[in-house]
């Protein structure tokens, strides 16, 4: 549920369980993921930085927590977040997006893996792409890995009435058989791993019967792109022949038209759906699924610089990855809830320069709650 208080929220950081001797600690964890959490939103990306800024900030710090013991240095801070278990923060993430997550009707979740090229981690991600909250990380080996470890992923989060997207890598049968398990929906890319029922579905669509069709036009920045649709759920002798891909409802087809410097560019892709069979929703779910890269992963790349981390430690890296996620969510759920449109990038510059704006941000984490939300770990 969603915290009712602002000491309800400072609450939320002693949930994770440290595993530390209690008798030799001077700096308790729920202090020090605060403090890099508050630093990261503040602009420190290093040890070091975080250090400089909790040294300068120890007052308004000690407005959520004691500092009893003064900032803790550099050193402690890598040796604590490469012990932390990484199941434990990617816990502690998706209980983070509970309390912030502005889930509907319909919610689209985009799954995507992205590596973090400087510590070489591949992490999985699930993004809620209408409110732009990061729900869930889970580190895994490879990109390769990725299709074998989403039912286990999925299953810690409770996706009834959500639509899931991936790309066609993820288009397997045992990740539409949990989809499903879990009342959810599923709309995937099709591609050459599934090479029989590609086959299939391109034949259908080159037939052009009892298809329901929608186009939309899109013009910015000297680029025209024109997105045709295609769907049909007349697909019995599809589904009789393909039976083990449970749910199946409906087929889409879609045709992407690029003008751009006098050139055109066209490219068509397929889909399959456990949702009805209607074009304009397919297009819209395709677009969608685009937002894991668009809202998630340019901006650790471009605003946290997450592909130059100097953390070279995996569980390090997995930890901080956590961290820049929880801030994420943070300034988002506070423009959500504020209607200021303020940049992701400028928000944490403004809570460097002013702690009145790092405040604010904090303080909606604790109130004027919107909706409730649906996505719960089980």
């Keep these: 549920m969603l915290a009712k208080s602002e000491k309800a929220f400072i609450e ?3 949930t994770i369980e440290d595993s530390r001797d209690d008798n030799r600690l001077l700096y308790p964890l729920a202090e020090i993921i605060f403090l890099v959490v508050v630093g990261v939103l503040c602009c420190a990306e290093s040890w070091d930085e975080i ?10 710090l000690r407005k959520y927590f004691k500092f009893e013991h003064g900032i803790p240095s550099k050193s402690l801070l890598s040796k604590v977040f490469s012990i932390i278990e990484k199941k434990k923060m990617e816990d502690f993430l998706i209980t983070f997006a509970n309390w912030l997550h502005c889930n509907g009707s319909g919610e689209i979740i985009a799954l995507d893996g992205k590596r973090i090229r400087g510590s070489d981690v591949h992490l999985l991600h699930a993004l809620s792409t209408r409110c732009g909250i990061a729900l869930a990380q889970m580190d895994i080996e490879n990109k390769v890995n990725e299709s074998s470890e989403i039912p286990d992923f999925l299953d810690k989060l409770n996706i009834a009435g959500a639509v899931i997207t991936a790309d066609a ?3 397997q049968k ?3 058989k949990k989809v499903i398990e879990k009342k959810g929906d599923y709309f995937l890319a099709l591609k050459g791993n599934q090479g029989l029922l590609l086959g299939n579905v391109k034949d259908l669509f080159l037939k052009k019967e009892g298809l329901s069709f929608y186009e939309e036009a899109d013009k910015g920045h000297g680029r025209f792109e024109l997105r045709r649709c295609w769907s049909t759920d007349k697909i019995n002798w599809i ?5 083990d891909w449970i749910g199946l409802k409906s087929l889409c087809c879609i045709e992407r038209e690029r003008h751009l410097k006098g050139k055109i560019q066209t490219d068509v892709a397929f889909y399959i759906s456990s949702t009805a069979a209607c074009p304009k929703k397919h297009l819209e779910y395709s677009r969608e699924h685009w937002a894991v890269e668009n809202k998630l992963h340019w ?3 471009v605003v946290f610089n997450e592909d130059r981390t100097t953390l070279s430690a995996a569980r390090s890296a997995q930890n901080m990855a956590v961290v820049r996620k929880l801030v994420i ?8 809830a504020t209607g200021d449109k303020i940049a992701i990038k400028t928000a944490r510059k403004a809570s460097g320069w002013s702690k009145d704006r790092a405040t604010k941000i904090l303080r909606y984490m604790s109130k004027n709650s919107i909706i409730k939300p649906k996505l719960a770990m089980v």
């Design 12 to 14: 939320l950081f002693n």
């Design 239 to 243: 589904r009789k022949e393909h039976a």
């Design 174 to 176: 045992e990740i539409v």
């Design 169 to 171: 890598l993820n288009c």
């Design 51 to 60: 250090v400089g800024f909790g040294k300068d900030n120890i007052k308004f």
């Design 299 to 301: 901006i650790l790349d």
């Design 329 to 336: 969510n943070m300034i988002r759920r506070y423009k959500e």
